[in-house]
């Protein structure tokens, strides 16, 4: 928050009434410190809400605070329609105003990863279907899926034990007469890339440790999970003490997928699919393919299991993972992989099957939660709860796809909260003292200048899109032309955003002067992440599956219709720059190179490219 007015400290009586302030905007004299101060003293009282204007801060207190106790009850306002700050009162404002104004409504949970986000949207969403009268049914359906989600969705990272790893975006329903009768969850950029690689002492998606730590004996002999230990894809993770905890949180997740109505037969091919996923990280490949038999011995079984649990034959998918095979003018014609190229196939076939599984839960979750088809639906809450701002030890592709979408939420808020309210005072010649913040604007999307970070064709993702299509690219070629296009002083593209690091540092990387802070991010294997490609090949075997469920994920036409079953509202122009956020935040200015579901056959780690099936190479003018 970007301080304002005088710089001289109050004075000392107004000090000590500002640390109690419940509203920050009611506070004559604001800076970072005193911010800090406030909260921290509110904190100290186990207060953890504050008002700032019609936003709420929370400071995550790590403990459960009874808020409505503590805020509400124990101190119980005097001055009459004065209401402490609370969640439950964020909530009654927002059904409040949507059946005041009839306008439908949305509420952005946003702050640094282990905020408290997820939580806090939790609390809102229960405290609103609690103000609002519905079907208890879908109420309760409502509520059900949010540990579904978590476990599919969420994973420990090194700054929160139950980290997002995707963005949601729920949409609630309601009827003219305040009654919420469906509801829609858009999923943004899972990272998928998790199912095969992640940092030391972080672990793989909760899921797979609930499978592997809660089932019984009969459901491990039914999914071929009997003796799977500490290797592949869950290497470290389950030696971590942390999983078996979470995993045994997710207790009842079983009897939650019935009741939200997924058939015994999907709940079979749901976890036929992890388990053929677990059992595809255990295939291990040889150094020498030429000898034809690049598989370590004990990978066969692992082949075999996999192909079962997939119901697809098990020769196709021996000689999908150890030949790359190309249509060429008619022929096919077929080479062995190298150990590094059928790892990488391996990887992908796993990340794809997760991935489009993740979309197909949602889908079905969708189906349920849908309004019903006699009823229309007139207004909508939305519920954005994405990723936050994450800086780690190494910060790699993944790191800069979650910060981006953080930068374009922070750019809302400055255009909602500073510039539209400065602009109003202005037309109603109101004097005021202009505000003083930190504009990244220039960092996303700057209508009619040439010169943003994320534009075409010479912005941040744009250029990684291009380098993949090069054939000498390399993630250090990379480095240059971002260099060479923001960091030098010629360039008409210079960016303030891109800070040059004064010595070379050890491996190719580049840095982001972020609103939350400078970030280094390595560019190994940025190319690598972004292709992500899925051989077409593969593709034509998992649609061969006779399991109806995995087929499905992989039919191009039924893909296509799930996708555009996830879309909020009316049908956008189809533009170069696919949506990052919901419509009506931001659309515009979004981040090109991003877009909600990924197409059939353009698997990529953040669904990234999906948006560009059809593009064709824009070259650019620094190009070689
Ligand atoms: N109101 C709260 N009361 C008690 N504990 C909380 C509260 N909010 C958050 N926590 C604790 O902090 C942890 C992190 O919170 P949460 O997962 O909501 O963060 P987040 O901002 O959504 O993080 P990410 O961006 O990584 O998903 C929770 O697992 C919980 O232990």
């Keep these: 928050m970007a301080a304002s007015g005088s710089t001289q400290p109050p004075l000392g009586g107004q000090l000590l009434l500002s640390l109690d302030a419940d509203d920050l905007a009611a506070v004559s004299f604001l800076d970072e410190a005193m911010i800090v101060a406030i909260l921290k003293c509110r904190y100290r009282k186990k207060v953890i809400f504050t008002f700032i204007g019609e936003i709420l801060l929370s400071v995550n207190p790590f403990e459960r605070i009874s808020h409505r106790r503590k805020s509400l009850r124990e101190a119980p306002s005097r001055v009459p329609g004065y209401t402490k700050p609370d969640i439950s009162v964020t909530a009654n404002r927002v059904y409040t105003g949507l059946m005041e104004s009839k306008r439908s409504q949305c509420c952005i949970f946003s702050g640094e990863s282990g905020s ?5 949207s939790k609390m809102f969403l229960s405290h609103l279907m609690r103000r609002c009268a519905g079907e208890p049914e879908l109420e309760s359906k409502i509520i059900l899926f949010n540990p579904l989600l978590e476990a599919f969705g969420n994973a420990k990272t090194s700054l929160n034990d139950n980290s997002s790893r995707f963005g949601k975006f729920i949409e609630l329903q309601f009827n003219g007469t305040g009654k919420v009768i469906g509801a829609k969850i858009c999923e943004y950029l899972l990272e998928k890339s998790r199912v095969t690689h992640r940092s030391a002492g972080e672990t793989n998606f909760h899921i797979f440790h609930h499978m592997l730590s809660t089932f019984s004996a009969e459901q491990l002999k039914k999914f071929k999970l009997n003796g799977v230990t500490n290797s592949g894809y869950l290497a470290d993770s ?11 949180k997710l207790d009842g997740l079983t009897e939650g997928l019935t009741t939200i109505g997924f058939s015994l037969a999907e709940q079979d091919a749901i976890f036929s699919i992890l388990a053929a996923i677990i059992h595809l990280g255990c295939v291990k490949f040889d150094d020498h393919p030429e000898t034809g038999q690049p598989f370590e011995r004990s990978s066969q079984k692992s082949i075999r299991n996999s192909a079962s649990l997939l119901k697809i034959d098990r020769v196709r998918l021996h000689n999908q993972l150890q030949n790359l095979e190309i249509y060429s003018r008619g022929e096919v014609i077929s080479r062995p992989y190298t150990r590094t190229e059928a790892e990488d196939c391996r990887d992908s076939i796993s990340k794809a099957l997760y991935n489009r599984l993740f979309g197909w839960l949602i889908y079905r979750i969708n189906q349920v939660l849908a309004a019903p088809k006699s009823t229309q639906a007139t207004l909508t809450v939305g519920i954005l709860d ?12 993944e790191q800069l796809c979650i910060n981006l979408a953080n930068e374009q939420l922070h750019n809302f808020f400055n255009t909602k909260i500073f510039k539209q309210e400065q602009q109003e005072y202005a037309e109603e010649g109101l004097d005021m003292e202009s505000i003083a ?12 200048h040439k010169t943003c970070f994320l534009d075409r064709p010479i912005g941040i993702l744009s250029l990684i899109d291009e380098e993949c299509h090069f054939p000498q690219g390399s993630d250090s070629s990379l480095v240059t032309k971002f260099t060479r296009n923001f960091g030098n002083c010629r360039s008409r593209f210079r960016s303030s955003f ?15 002067s972020h609103y939350a802070g400078e ?23 998992l649609q061969s599956s006779t399991h109806s469920v995995v087929s499905s994920l992989f039919n191009a036409s039924l893909a296509r219709e799930r996708a555009r079953s996830f879309s909020t509202g009316p049908r956008q122009r189809r533009s170069r720059t696919p949506r990052l956020l919901p419509p009506g935040l931001g659309a515009r200015e979004c981040a090109p190179g991003c877009s909600i579901r990924s197409a059939p056959g353009k698997d990529s780690p953040w669904a990234f490219n999906s948006g560009y099936d059809e593009r064709a190479i824009i070259p650019s003018p620094n190009s070689e």
């Design 116 to 120: 408290g986000k997820t939580e806090m």
């Design 238 to 248: 389950l030696a971590d003490p942390s999983s078996e905890r979470t995993a045994r």
């Design 386 to 397: 994405i990723f936050g701002f994450e800086n780690l030890k190494t910060n790699s592709f």
């Design 437 to 448: 913040y930190r504009d990244n604007s220039d960092l996303l999307i700057k209508p009619y």
């Design 498 to 512: 891109y800070p040059v690091p004064e010595r070379e540092l050890p491996e190719p990387s580049f840095t982001i």
């Design 519 to 541: 970030i280094t991010y390595s560019v190994r294997g940025f190319l690598e992440k972004n292709r992500d490609s899925l051989p077409d090949r593969v593709v034509v075997v």
